[in-house]
């Protein structure tokens, strides 16, 4: 198999005052043409790590022919919710506006999330148009500014160990005992109510998703930080609601695996590259 080189550029792509979100932007420096761009959202419960937790998986969509756009967002402690996905929906804006600049195809657009960072790439998702999901000023030649006119909607959805109810996890984390997690929880949600309320299933349940892409869902089988019946939650409420899903099992995997070079993270970026080619028609 042909070793593809990668190149890998880091660029500002938006403003917060004095604040600069980077990206890190992954493509194959022997297709010219525009690619089909993945926007890919790191975990670390809100509060940790940056646009390079999911190197590996990155740097393998962008051999398989995606232009992957790795992005930082604002986190806990400085910020709370609903900032990151604030900032995950600007994202998809960013790249509509410099699609041609960077040699995207605009036409269909997927975002990727891991853990908190899946939480965050659906709850922007599923509510791209939310008045508290405007604001964020992009930087479009070399000019930060609010373009919350454009389109934000995506085209699909990949949510890897994802973190889809931040209070069923909140709860779940005060009865095991893990204080990481719950004191993490309320760094970057305000109380339990706004919890609640950035629930991804409850949304979707409740009617109040304004977009429902295809979704695959990627789940360890000992995920020692996401309980499986809140992702079969998920999974019921997508479906009831009529979405389209794939969910994808791994057993004996701990969260998080895929960051790590295994056979099971090899077969879950196959699985990956499938699900997006056939969301972008190939």
Wanted: aromatic share 10%; charged share 20%; proline share 6%.
């Amino acid at each position: 198999m042909t070793d593809h080189k990668i190149i890998e550029t880091d660029e500002v792509w938006a403003r917060h005052a004095s604040l600069d979100l980077l990206a890190r932007i992954y493509r194959r420096t022997d297709l010219m043409h525009p690619l089909p761009p993945i926007i890919s959202v790191h975990g670390g419960a809100w509060n940790h790590f940056d646009r390079t937790a999911g190197t590996l998986y990155q740097r393998a969509l962008a051999r398989a022919g995606y232009l992957v756009v790795a992005i930082d967002f604002r986190q806990a402690p400085d910020y709370q919710h609903p900032a990151a996905s604030a900032d995950v929906v600007a994202a998809v804006r960013w790249l509509r506006l410099n699609a041609g600049r960077i040699g995207a195809d605009g036409s269909r657009i997927g975002l990727l999330g891991s853990s908190s960072g899946g939480h965050l790439a659906m709850f922007a998702a599923v509510l791209p148009d939310a008045s508290f999901h405007r604001g964020t000023p992009i930087v479009v030649d070399a000019v930060a500014g609010v373009h919350d006119h454009i389109e934000a909607r995506v085209d699909y959805l990949i949510a890897l160990w994802p973190v889809s109810d931040p209070y069923y996890r909140y709860r779940y984390a005060k009865r095991a005992g893990i204080e990481r997690l719950s004191q993490a929880h309320e760094r970057f949600f305000k109380d339990e109510q706004a919890m609640r309320s950035a629930s991804v299933p409850r949304v979707v349940q409740a009617g109040e998703a304004q977009s429902l892409p295809p979704l695959l869902v990627v789940m360890p089988g000992e995920d020692g930080n996401v309980p499986m019946d809140m992702t079969f939650d998920l999974l019921k409420a997508w479906q009831a609601r009529g979405g389209y899903l794939e969910y994808a099992h791994f057993p004996g995997e701990p969260h998080g695996f895929g960051y790590q070079e295994s056979d099971a993270t090899r077969a879950l970026v196959v699985l990956i590259e499938a699900f997006c080619s056939r969301m972008c028609g190939g």
